[in-house]
Nanobody, 115 residues
Framework: QVQLVESGGGLVQPGGSLRLSCVAS????????MDWYRQAPDKQRELVAF???????NYGDSVKGRFTISRDNAKKTVYLQMNSLKPEDTAVYYC?????????WGQGTQVTVSS
């Protein structure tokens, strides 16, 4: 079993920034693809960004140019730097660790963007 713990969420005004962290318990963290998803009320969960074991990254269209995903394998942590936040970014953000058919989810952290 792999445990994931997200942190860093909170309330921020439009245009502000937040940095989310996700710490994993996996002994072979470096081989996992790490993803960030988000889910707003009454909406389907959507992929925000992912980073492969080799360090390649990709982003959803709605966050390109504003969000940056990164990882520190020594700390077994994946980060999501969120800049120029919009009210539409309000959601619970989840990290996911993926290896083949195995997938592990964290408990989520709330991000609220409001004036």
């Amino acid at each position: 079993q792999v445990q994931l713990v997200e942190s860093g969420g909170g309330l921020v005004q439009p245009g502000g920034s937040l940095r989310l962290s996700c710490v994993a318990s996996a002994s072979i963290f470096r081989v996992y693809e790490m993803d960030w998803y988000r889910q707003a009320p009454d909406k389907q969960r959507e992929l925000v960004a992912f980073i492969t074991s080799g360090g390649d990254t990709n982003y959803g269209d709605s966050v390109k140019g504003r969000f940056t995903i990164s990882r520190d394998n020594a700390k077994k942590t994946v980060y999501l730097q969120m800049n120029s936040l919009k009210p539409e970014d309000t959601a619970v953000y989840y990290c996911n660790a993926l290896l083949g058919r195995k997938s592990y989810w964290g408990q989520g952290t709330q991000v609220t963007v409001s004036s």
